[in-house]
């Protein structure tokens, strides 16, 4: 995070010593766009916010803990979890590294990590504002695809799927 | 009348909120907690984000654009689109934006939809912690198997809309 204020910092200083004119155009373009998708974006912080709280880090430890019987239901359990929970890096890879020392197989945490990152249900407000609706529901089909994809050949990889 | 439903759920969404707040109702409570915390976060990332995607509209020109991401990029389009997205921060929330300003300087939608999948599953930062906790050979397999996916479904995608004729949202206007 730092890096990127660093860089925000140097490149906007250089820019002001560069062309005063130009650097208050990019400013004004930064304000007007982001206000403008200020709306969708706050109905995203909403729908994460609903969904935190009806799914917190106990549920999805219970849930994908169980998981370790039955991989190919974990499997399912881990793409639906990932798809429609958001949640930055550093709380969902501690949360994965609890489930792999309870036992849950890579696989259910590949499906759960690769969809929760690819796959957004919760950006659909602010992906559509973008793309519209038709086009956002097929990228989100084919990241679900995609993660399906990857959780399998990790379970190949790991010994998990008989060969 | 859709505007409308809309108030009235954000306004419910409020009060719900408020009215936790002052009755001491536990799982309101945390709801607001929780959309404030997120709130944060992305505050935290979003106005860098979009002074430099200010900057990027005003210095970057069109032509240096188009030649590495446009439609002669051919496949340095994508290896590009993939460098970039593994030092974006934050996730898709912020890919969207950039996404958008790379396609109004002349990048090609398959490249567009690269970036925006590579930023979800190769930036650099979140790849070294999830090593960290899965092992490293998890995360290789995750990449291995995941990229050449994006780039071939992503090709697709963009040949399929640029057929027909897709145009992406105006933003401003």
């Given at each position: 995070?730092?890096?990127?204020?660093?860089?925000?910092?140097?490149?906007?200083?250089?820019s002001l010593i560069?062309d005063?004119?130009?650097?208050?155009?990019?400013?004004?373009?930064?304000?007007?766009?982001?206000?403008?998708?200020?709306p969708?974006?706050?109905?995203?912080?909403i729908?994460v916010?609903?969904?935190?709280t009806f799914?917190?880090?106990?549920?999805?430890?219970?849930?994908l803990?169980?998981?370790?019987h039955?991989?190919?239901l974990?499997?399912v359990?881990?793409?639906?979890?990932?798809?429609v929970?958001?949640?930055?890096?550093?709380i969902a890879?501690?949360?994965?590294?609890?489930?792999l020392?309870?036992?849950?197989?890579?696989m259910?945490?590949?499906?759960?990590?690769?969809?929760?990152?690819?796959?957004?249900?919760?950006?659909?407000p602010l992906?559509?504002a973008?793309?519209?609706?038709?086009?956002?529901?097929i990228?989100?089909?084919?990241?679900?695809l995609?993660?399906i994809?990857?959780?399998?050949?990790?379970?190949?990889?790991?010994g998990?799927i008989?060969? | 009348?859709?505007d409308?439903?809309k108030?009235?759920?954000?306004?419910?969404?409020?009060?719900?909120i408020?009215?936790?707040?002052?009755?001491n109702f536990?799982?309101?409570?945390?709801?607001?907690?929780?959309?404030?915390?997120?709130?944060?976060d992305?505050?935290k990332?979003?106005?860098f984000?979009?002074?430099?995607?200010?900057l990027?509209?005003v210095?970057?020109?069109?032509?240096?654009?188009?030649?590495?991401?446009g439609?002669?990029?051919g496949?340095?389009?994508y290896?590009?689109?993939?460098l970039?997205?593994s030092?974006?921060?934050g996730?898709?929330?912020?890919?969207f934006p950039?996404?958008?300003?790379?396609?109004?300087?002349g990048?090609?939608l398959?490249?567009i939809?690269?970036?925006?999948?590579?930023?979800?599953?190769?930036?650099?930062?979140?790849?070294?912690?999830?090593?960290?906790?899965?092992?490293v050979?998890?995360?290789?397999?995750?990449l291995?198997v995941s990229i050449p996916?994006v780039?071939?479904?992503?090709?697709?995608?963009?040949?399929?809309?640029?057929?027909?004729?897709?145009?992406?949202?105006?933003?401003?206007?």
């Open positions: 995070m730092k890096y990127l204020y660093a860089f925000t910092l140097v490149t906007l200083l250089l560069a005063r004119k130009k650097t208050w155009q990019a400013l004004k373009i930064a304000c007007k766009r982001f206000f403008k998708i200020m969708p974006f706050i109905t995203m912080l729908l916010s609903i969904a935190l799914i917190p880090n106990k549920v999805i430890l219970a849930v803990g169980g998981g370790e039955n991989r190919f974990g499997m359990l881990g793409l639906i979890l990932g798809s929970t958001l949640m930055p890096g550093f890879f501690p949360l994965c590294g609890i489930l020392k309870k036992g849950v197989p890579y259910v945490l590949s499906a759960f990590s690769t969809s929760l990152m690819m796959v957004g249900v919760l950006t659909y992906e559509k973008y793309f519209g609706s038709k086009v956002t529901i990228r989100n089909a084919i990241s679900l995609i993660a994809i990857v959780a399998i050949a990790t379970g190949f990889v790991f998990e008989a060969r | 009348m859709k409308l439903t108030r009235l759920l954000l306004a419910a969404y409020v009060i719900f408020i009215a936790s707040v002052a009755l536990e799982p309101g409570k945390r709801l607001g907690e929780n959309f404030l915390s997120f709130l944060v992305m505050m990332v979003l106005p984000a979009f002074i430099l995607i200010g990027f509209e210095w970057v020109k069109r032509e240096t654009v188009e030649k590495h991401l439609k002669e990029s496949f340095k389009g290896i590009w689109a993939i970039l997205a030092t974006t921060v996730g898709l929330y912020v890919a950039v996404a958008h300003a790379l396609y109004n300087k990048a090609r398959s490249v939809f690269a970036y925006i999948s590579a930023s979800a599953v190769c930036r650099v930062p979140m790849t070294i912690f999830e090593a960290s906790f899965l092992g050979k998890f995360s290789l397999v995750r291995v996916l780039i071939i479904s992503s090709a697709l995608l963009g040949a399929y809309l640029e057929k027909k004729g897709y145009k992406m949202q105006q933003i401003d206007t």
